[in-house]
């Protein structure tokens, strides 16, 4: 490839976190070196007019996108992230182009596509696997994993699977089912409950900790597969260990590198989608406050882990420091990429600054899987 490189920077979407994605795009598209990329923001929402799982308003939004290129809006969200963070997501929402355009470009001279697409989307339609297939069928490199990794990542009930084949440690749950739970919600509640108490009870194919609940009690859990449910068709039970939360980064495709640990102290009692977005609400530490043993089988773990699941590019997986050791809670195939986030926050531990850490992500999607 010759010349600089375009980037198209997918940003917001049609998921739960379309907030946090703008605002993530845009420090993304902000940092992306200069003087090596042009970069356009892109919003793939205006793929998803006719999409009839998404909301109507933002089907509205897609149309309006189609219609007018640009639509100036307040990003929509769940209203409970910092407002710094909420401005730039307007912003964004704002300045980014409908995504067809840059995906298939028009056979005009002056029409003219994109290199490579950083995803910087969460959630579905954008971390599930579906938008990579497309890029697939289009011939765009993007940055993150491929369709079957994302999926598999994406679906927790899947991944856990696949780690415990691979022999790797994950919580003892169940999973709840949208029709049983409408059937005989109590009779459903009371398995739930059965199976693991204290427990934390998340949709199974969601980001962010969205839906996201801490269940101590039987009573408390009808209302927590409530919540779930109304993201997903599925709610994962899982067995709330005790422990020290932590998380793993790993950079790489042939060659992996696992990042130092980071330690996520929640100043309230989950680590959840507010938590995650709200500096004040949490503290990260990084190098994590853990035994150096402890450290290097997380950063085993994480790398085991990206490696099962088939993931490329970039991964971060989740884990708590039980007492039988680190475990895995998920792994996720498109970590948050503001410049707080967890991932990048790891990255400037081992020496990689946020403009390095987006430049060498671009050049691992430009890599040849071959």
């Not at 005009?108 to 950083?118: K, L, M, N, T």
């Not at 009930?157 to 919600?185: C, I, N």
């Not at 102290?265 to 989608?273: A, E, G, I, S």
Request: with cysteine.
């Amino acid at each position: 490839m010759s010349g600089r490189i375009r980037v198209g920077v997918l940003l917001g979407g049609a998921s739960a976190e379309r907030e946090i994605s703008l605002a993530s795009g845009a420090m993304i598209a902000e940092h992306l070196p200069r003087d090596r990329y042009d970069v356009v923001t892109l919003d793939p929402l205006a793929l998803m007019a006719r999409n009839p799982h998404i909301t109507p308003a933002l089907r509205e939004k897609a149309w309006g996108l189609l219609r007018d290129r640009r639509l100036p809006e307040a990003a929509d969200g769940k209203g409970d992230l910092p407002a710094s963070l909420k401005e730039q997501a307007s912003r964004a929402a704002a300045a980014a182009a409908p995504a067809n355009e840059a995906l298939v470009p028009s056979g005009s001279a002056e029409a003219r596509g994109i290199d490579v697409a950083f995803l910087a989307l969460h959630g579905r339609y954008g971390e599930d696997g579906t938008l990579q297939g497309l890029l697939d069928l289009l011939g765009i490199p993007y940055v993150g994993s491929g369709t079957l990794a994302s999926a598999l990542a994406m679906d927790k009930v899947m991944a856990k699977k696949v780690l415990a084949a691979e022999g790797l440690p994950v919580p003892a749950g169940t999973v709840v089912e949208r029709a049983l739970f409408r059937r005989d919600s109590a009779g459903e509640a009371r398995r739930a409950a059965a199976t693991a108490l204290p427990a934390i009870v998340k949709p199974v194919a969601q980001g962010s900790s969205v839906g996201l609940s801490l269940v101590e009690s039987a009573e408390e859990m009808p209302r927590a597969l409530e919540k779930a449910l109304a993201q997903d068709d599925r709610a994962l039970v899982e067995e709330r260990l005790p422990g020290t939360e932590i998380t793993v980064g790993v950079l790489g495709n042939r060659e992996l590198q696992a990042l130092p640990v980071v330690e996520i102290v929640p100043k309230h009692t989950l680590f959840d989608y507010q938590a995650k977005y709200d500096p004040d609400l949490t503290q990260e530490i990084c190098p994590a406050r853990i035994p150096e043993a402890t450290a290097r089988a997380a950063q085993d773990l994480g790398l085991r882990a990206h490696l099962a699941l088939g993931c490329r590019g970039l991964s971060r997986t989740d884990m708590i420091v039980s007492p039988r050791g680190p475990v895995i809670l998920e792994v996720n195939t498109l970590p948050g990429m503001t410049v707080n986030s967890l991932l990048p926050k790891a990255a400037r531990a081992a020496g990689i600054s946020f403009p390095e850490l987006l430049d060498r992500l671009v050049r691992l999607a430009l890599e040849p899987e071959d």
